[in-house]
């Protein structure tokens, strides 16, 4: 069974960097696979970020493209987000997704929150 | 804001028939992209409903549905039950020139009443 995992600090400082990582397991992913990140900010409905590829290749939302960075670590089988200059409008629960590249998520995991805050 | 329209909300009696609406534009669901729709229950992981328009992944049972047509889609829930609560988005591809990419809906919520 195909199973994700955030993880990563729940207070962040406004101007500061997010970091997130996603652990995969039961699944290699250097298969052929897009790995993305989702948001939901408080009351609000989903917002895709951006994927990265099992090849490395990356795919940004354009109007964050500026501030996120998407990479993959194959030998910790994870995939990670970096978000800079946060402000609280990032503040989210933050998911990460499998797209069997078909372009829809068929495994997500849990869900990190994620507050930026001073 | 989302570029796929759904209603806020709908509700229904256990056992009856739901639809949700999911309203796209030439650039999403009117080129041709597929609709995918996710059932999001409190405190758990959104889950595939349907994908590709119409086809269920394994273990989702078939009282959920879902078709497209022109720039809008639909899913409907058929014997509605009291687990069906909760927030149900449909999900596309956009190719706008400013703004591309996987894009969500704006979310329904279902009360079983």
């Known amino acids: 069974q195909v199973q994700l995992q955030e993880s990563g600090p729940g207070l962040v400082e406004p101007s500061e960097t997010l970091s997130l990582t996603c652990t995969v397991s039961?699944?290699?992913?250097?298969?052929?696979?897009?790995w993305s990140w989702i948001r939901q900010p408080p009351g609000k409905g989903l917002e895709w970020l951006g994927y990265?590829?099992?090849?490395?290749?990356?795919n940004y939302k354009p109007s964050l493209k500026s501030r996120v960075t998407i990479s993959l670590d194959t030998s910790k089988k994870q995939f990670s987000l970096k978000m800079k200059s946060v402000t609280p409008a990032d503040t989210a629960v933050y998911y990460c997704?499998?797209?069997?590249?078909?372009?829809?998520?068929?495994?997500w995991g849990q869900g990190t929150l994620v507050t930026v805050s001073s | 804001q989302s570029v796929l329209t759904q209603p806020p909300s709908v509700s229904g009696a256990p056992g009856q028939r739901v639809t949700i609406s999911c309203t796209g534009s030439r650039s999403n669901i009117g080129a041709g992209y597929d609709v995918n729709w996710y059932q999001h229950l409190p405190g758990t992981a959104p889950r595939l409903l349907i994908f590709g328009n119409s086809n269920r992944p394994s273990g989702v049972p078939d009282r959920f549905s879902g078709s497209k047509s022109g720039t809008s889609a639909s899913l409907a829930i058929t014997g509605l039950q009291a687990e069906d609560e909760g927030d149900y988005y449909c999900?596309?591809?956009?190719?706008?020139?400013?703004?591309?990419?996987?894009?969500f809906g704006t979310g329904t919520r279902v009360t079983v009443l």
């Open positions: 990265v590829s099992y090849s490395g290749n990356t």
């Open positions: 039961g699944d290699s992913i250097s298969s052929n696979h897009y």
């Open positions: 999900q596309s591809y956009d190719s706008s020139l400013n703004d591309s990419g996987y894009v």
């Open positions: 997704a499998r797209d069997d590249t078909s372009g829809h998520f068929d495994y």
